[in-house]
């Protein structure tokens, strides 16, 4: 008993120590978003001035317009393509699948810097000068290995029957796709498209290369960088980004207690 106390000790304090090294730095940036001061290490009293200047200003607003676009565009893209290249996957033999898996980790394991690179020379190429095009099909590229690899396991746990029967009852594969398949594997697609969305707002190197002259909020935070950065903006783009991976990981755990009840009720039966 002892012994277990003291390694949930230790546990929970490593678990605190780390977390606390990780976001206190962000924590304290959040705190000085309120401070009246223009010095973020001397607090002088609560306001919200640096929100309201945030607000009035141009350049951040097409910032802001740009990067959650750019966001919203390429995360339905890169669902609906991850998605039907998941079912795709899934359907396929093994050494095919084995293949085509390892390839589609490719953007993942690159380092984002070649990827960036990669993306600049092709679309100079191409002879593609539309900064906002160019952002949106970057952001599609980068985005669509995290919604293949959200979507697969689902389609692991689901049952093959279910779209065999489905065809057996009537359904075009289309039909079966749409009312069996699709519903079936709904958390995995919404988890993709969450990270997707997350993995937009927050990206800069490939966006600095792809970008052209249209700025999202990294890049303008990076360019500011010098004379100065809104505390209030970096509370701006770190509260939405932790809202949703918060929202993915409660839908993961109350996913993963719904199975075990499940298969509790199977194995009293």
């Given at each position: 008993m002892v012994n277990k106390k003291a390694r949930g000790f230790f546990r929970g304090t490593?678990?605190?120590?780390?977390?606390?090294?990780?976001?206190?730095?962000i924590l304290i940036l959040i705190v000085f978003s309120f401070n009246e001061s223009?010095?973020?290490?001397?607090?002088?009293g609560f306001t919200f001035d640096w929100y309201a200047k945030l607000f009035r200003s141009s350049e951040i607003m097409d910032a802001l317009?740009?990067?959650?676009?750019?966001?919203?565009?390429?995360?339905?893209?890169?669902?609906?393509?991850?998605?039907?290249?998941?079912?795709?996957l899934h359907s396929m033999g093994r050494r095919r699948r084995a293949v085509i898996e390892n390839i589609s980790q490719l953007p993942m394991v690159n380092p984002d810097l070649?990827?960036?690179i990669s993306l600049m020379l092709l679309f100079l190429f191409l002879g593609l000068r539309d900064g906002y095009t160019r952002l949106i099909i970057a952001h599609i590229t980068f985005n669509l290995p995290y919604v293949i690899f959200s979507v697969l396991p689902k389609l692991r746990q689901s049952s093959n029957?279910?779209?065999?029967?489905?065809?057996?009852?009537?359904?075009?594969?289309?039909?079966?796709?749409w009312k069996v398949i699709i519903p079936d594997i709904l958390p995995g697609i919404v988890s993709g498209f969450i990270l997707a969305f997350t993995l937009s707002i927050d990206d800069f190197v490939v966006s600095f290369f792809a970008g052209n002259g249209v700025d999202n909020l990294?890049?303008?935070?990076?360019?500011?960088?010098?004379?100065?950065?809104?505390?209030?903006?970096?509370?701006?783009?770190?509260?939405p980004v932790v809202t949703l991976l918060l929202i993915v990981n409660i839908r993961s755990i109350r996913e993963e207690r719904r199975r075990e009840i499940q298969s509790r009720k199977v194995d009293m039966k």
């Open positions: 490593y678990l605190g120590l780390m977390l606390l090294f990780l976001y206190a730095p223009k010095t973020l290490g001397n607090w002088t317009g740009v990067t959650i676009s750019v966001a919203l565009i390429s995360s339905v893209v890169s669902t609906a393509l991850g998605t039907l290249a998941a079912i795709g070649v990827t960036g029957m279910l779209y065999e029967a489905a065809l057996d009852l009537g359904c075009t594969p289309a039909m079966a796709l990294s890049m303008y935070i990076y360019a500011s960088a010098r004379r100065g950065v809104n505390p209030a903006l970096s509370t701006l783009i770190f509260v």
